[in-house]
Each structure stands twice: as structure tokens, then as C-alpha cells.
């Protein structure tokens, strides 16, 4: 049984930054796909970022793109978003995902991701 747990949320003033960490069990994700996206009240769940195994090759959404880092360390079996210059617009809770295997191309709807964690709030003030 996988399992996921996000860590690091919280509540930051705009401009600030945070840094997510998403540590699973059960599986070895360094050959998986892992994402995270985001999920605001009222809002559909959506796609943030997302981290390719074998070459590490990332791919972003236009808000995250130039604020946002996806990361892995995968001896600890966990991933990372650093995010810097944080927008109030940021605030939701965010999901780490997986899907097993390498992706051809990183999936950025929840669909094709088997996996998923409790979430950790990111709060974003003004």
C-alpha cells in the first residue's frame, strides 16, 4: 500500500515562501511519476507541477512557471516544491501525487495519478 504524506504548509506573507515535502511508503517512487497539483474551496483540483523519473524532467503550469521548483530526492523516497514569491492567489491545499512509471509526456490532469496525500494548507496573506 502507497502512501503519501505532504508536509511544510502553512501561512506566509506575499512574496514569501515555502518549501512542501512529500515523503511516501510502501513503494519506492524513484521509478514513479510524481505531481503535485492544488485545490482552492469551491475550485477544481488542479495541476502545479510534476517531476518525471529516470531524467528528472519537470513540467509546470503558467502560474507555477519561474516561482515554483519540483524536486526529488529519491534515497529518501520523497519530493519537494520550493515556492518562492508567493501570491495570495497561491492559497489552497496541496496535494502530492504519483503514477507509476516514466511519462512520456507528465500528466496534468488528476486522472492518470494512483496516489494521493492528505494535503497540506498553504495559506497566502496580503
Known amino acids: 500500500q502507497v502512501q503519501l504524506v505532504e508536509s511544510g504548509g502553512g501561512w506566509v506573507e506575499a512574496g514569501g515562501s515555502l518549501r512542501l515535502s512529500c515523503t511516501g511508503s510502501g513503494r519506492n517512487l524513484d521509478t514513479d511519476t510524481m505531481g503535485w497539483f492544488r485545490q482552492a474551496p469551491g475550485k477544481a483540483r488542479e495541476f502545479v507541477a510534476g517531476i518525471n523519473s529516470i531524467d528528472g524532467s519537470t513540467s509546470y503550469s503558467d502560474s507555477a512557471k519561474g516561482r515554483f521548483t519540483a524536486s526529488r530526492d529519491n534515497a529518501k523516497n520523497t519530493l519537494f516544491l520550493q515556492m518562492n514569491s508567493l501570491k495570495t492567489e497561491d492559497t489552497a491545499m496541496y496535494f502530492c501525487?504519483?503514477?507509476?512509471?516514466?511519462?512520456?509526456?507528465?500528466?496534468?490532469?488528476?486522472?492518470?495519478?494512483?496516489?494521493w496525500g492528505q494535503g497540506t494548507q498553504v495559506t497566502v496573506s496580503s
Open positions: 501525487t504519483q503514477r507509476p512509471g516514466y511519462s512520456m509526456v507528465i500528466p496534468t490532469r488528476p486522472g492518470p495519478y494512483v496516489h
